[in-house]
């Protein structure tokens, strides 16, 4: 397997301070773009490759209330390994998870495959709550979309995979900093899964998670 990642930040300053390297952000849009190539050595001489565009942008409202934004696209051509497919960024294991900003809290993991895939994913948050110094909370909204499709039938048929080609829909609410330490931060979530792919039963479709902040 051979590739490159790119990521252009325009505006984006380098801050050199003894042995480290701080990026003191901007307030464009920043981009990555991903291209892989692999290669199966085999009867056939089989290859595969694989690209992906992500684009953020974060919004600034009075200093208090923060508006964030992730799109990603990606397609994967070839014939190519079943573990190389988009799974779907699901990421629930257990009762309570740990929230990963810009991944799926009600998927569980390898739920779905894509070769072709978009995502969409949003978060609001609002003002803080002085209440006291280790107590600062701030409501947080996340909503997430996802869509793609699997186009290899032999990979369907032999590993029985579910696809999104009807999209995937949730929605999250977050309660930051309940408690603050000296280096982290604590909350807790909620997620719902809607849509094509919820559950019959209304209690299967919600996810629970721990929301850590690191203050360095």
Same mark, same amino acid.
């Given at each position: /397997? $051979?590739?490159?990642?790119?990521?252009?930040?325009?505006?984006?300053?380098?801050?050199?301070?003894?042995?480290?390297? %701080?990026? /003191?952000?901007?307030?464009?849009?920043?981009?990555?773009?991903?291209?892989?190539?692999?290669?199966?050595?085999?009867?056939?001489? =089989?290859?595969?490759?694989?690209?992906?565009?992500?684009?953020?942008?974060? +919004?600034?409202?009075? !200093?208090?209330? *923060?508006?964030?934004? #992730?799109?990603?696209?990606?397609?994967?051509? &070839?014939?190519?390994?079943?573990?190389? $497919?988009? !799974?779907?960024? &699901?990421?629930?294991?257990?009762?309570?998870? +740990?929230?990963?900003?810009?991944?799926?809290?009600?998927?569980?993991? %390898? /739920?779905?495959?894509?070769? *072709?895939?978009?995502?969409?994913?949003?978060? *609001?948050? +609002?003002?803080?709550?002085?209440?006291?110094? =280790?107590?600062?909370?701030?409501?947080?909204?996340?909503?997430?979309? #996802?869509? &793609?499709?699997?186009?290899?039938? @032999?990979? *369907?048929? =032999?590993? !029985?995979?579910?696809?999104?080609?009807?999209?995937?829909? #949730?929605?999250?609410?977050?309660? /930051?900093?309940?408690?603050? &330490?000296?280096?982290?931060?604590?909350?807790?979530?909620?997620?719902?899964?809607?849509?094509?792919? @919820?559950?019959?039963?209304?209690?299967?479709?919600?996810?629970?998670?721990?929301?850590? $902040? +690191?203050?360095?």
């Amino acid at each position: /397997e $051979t590739g490159i990642n790119l990521k252009y930040a325009y505006g984006d300053k380098i801050i050199r301070a003894l042995d480290h390297i %701080y990026y /003191e952000g901007t307030h464009y849009p920043v981009i990555w773009f991903s291209y892989k190539r692999g290669f199966i050595y085999d009867n056939a001489g =089989q290859n595969f490759e694989k690209l992906q565009l992500r684009i953020q942008k974060a +919004f600034y409202w009075n !200093n208090t209330w *923060q508006t964030n934004v #992730e799109i990603l696209a990606g397609k994967l051509t &070839g014939n190519y390994p079943v573990f190389y $497919t988009f !799974n779907g960024k &699901g990421i629930k294991t257990f009762a309570v998870d +740990f929230q990963i900003n810009n991944s799926f809290q009600t998927i569980h993991q %390898y /739920e779905f495959f894509a070769d *072709q895939i978009a995502s969409f994913h949003f978060s *609001q948050t +609002f003002a803080k709550w002085q209440l006291s110094k =280790q107590c600062t909370p701030r409501l947080r909204l996340d909503y997430n979309f #996802e869509i &793609g499709s699997l186009s290899n039938p @032999a990979l *369907q048929t =032999q590993y !029985n995979l579910q696809s999104l080609n009807h999209g995937y829909h #949730e929605a999250g609410v977050l309660v /930051e900093n309940l408690w603050n &330490g000296k280096w982290s931060s604590s909350g807790f979530g909620v997620y719902y899964r809607m849509g094509n792919y @919820a559950y019959p039963t209304p209690i299967q479709n919600f996810a629970f998670t721990f929301v850590s $902040t +690191f203050n360095f």
